[in-house]
């Protein structure tokens, strides 16, 4: 599994205080267009890529999804999504975007949100997507534009 700075204590501890970190999809910018994009969840097998603190997958599972299953490269993002999301049926592993292929479920949707611009590879990450993806199954996923982080006030 390749190196991410996320499991870097210092790095994980910073993006600990960000405002999406602290407050969840109140707090993500890009939540209020991503929602309206998303198909009815109801009874939904839902893969969320690149899925930090769980916060998406939390909302999945009260919107009713049926399975839902969080993977992050970072094991610190994993166990917070974990600590934070306890009470709720929903499965983390700790799998980065190039292992795909050893996920044997389908999914009604597959989702990202801010994760896949860290990848170098886009059409083989969308190959294993669609073997991942049911018949008429939904990718939706959001991406960091340079603009946003350039400026460097970020929270």
Known sequence: MKNN???NETFFNEYSKMARSQFGLEAAGEWETMIDLLPNLEGL???DLGCGYGWHCAYFKNKKANKILGIDISEKMIK???EINLS???EYLVKDFYS???INDSYDLVFSSLAI???QDFENLT???RKLLKPKGTFLFSVEHPIFTAEGSQQ
């Open 127 to 129: 190959k294993q997507v």
């Open 80 to 82: 917070k999504a974990k």
């Open 5 to 7: 700075p996320y499991d």
């Open 45 to 47: 097998n839902i893969l």
């Open 100 to 102: 795909l292929n050893d």
């Open 117 to 119: 611009h860290y990848i």
């Open 88 to 90: 709720l049926n929903i």
